[in-house]
């Protein structure tokens, strides 16, 4: 079955770096999309970072754009995500997602901005940014 486990979260000052991971198994990520989404408190979920397998895209909001980075390893079936220059509002619970592409032609940014398209969660880590 789908399993994705989170790890890397921590505290952290602002303007510090933090790299979480995503280790997977159980799918062919080739055939699904996955991303990175973070729930601060009293906000809604955001997608920070996606990546669709039907057309290669990736795609960051505005919030993150240039400071975030989101990478695999195939070969250690692993998921990045790399924060540079941390902001308190960064500060969240942070999910690595998935879900099967099943030829729906949609972009990463389709799969980090609709409500409901990922089917598989993580449980979460938690990222605080504070001095």
């Known amino acids: 079955q789908v399993q994705l486990v989170e790890s890397g979260g921590g505290l952290v000052q602002p303007g510090g770096s933090l790299r979480l991971s995503c280790a997977h198994s159980g799918f062919n990520l080739d055939r699904y999309a996955i991303g990175w989404f973070r729930r601060a408190p009293g906000k809604e979920r955001e997608g920070v970072s996606c990546i669709s397998s039907s057309d290669g895209s990736t795609y960051y909001p505005d919030s993150v754009k240039g400071r975030f980075t989101i990478s695999r390893d195939n070969a250690k079936s692993t998921l990045y995500l790399q924060m540079s220059s941390l902001k308190p509002e960064d500060t969240a619970v942070y999910y690595c997602?998935?879900?099967?592409?099943?030829?729906?032609?949609?972009?990463?940014?389709?799969?980090?901005?609709?409500?409901?398209?990922?089917?598989?969660w993580g449980k979460g880590t938690l990222v605080t940014v504070s001095s």
């Open positions: 997602a998935t879900t099967p592409t099943s030829n729906r032609g949609w972009s990463a940014q389709d799969y980090c901005i609709y409500d409901g398209s990922m089917d598989y």
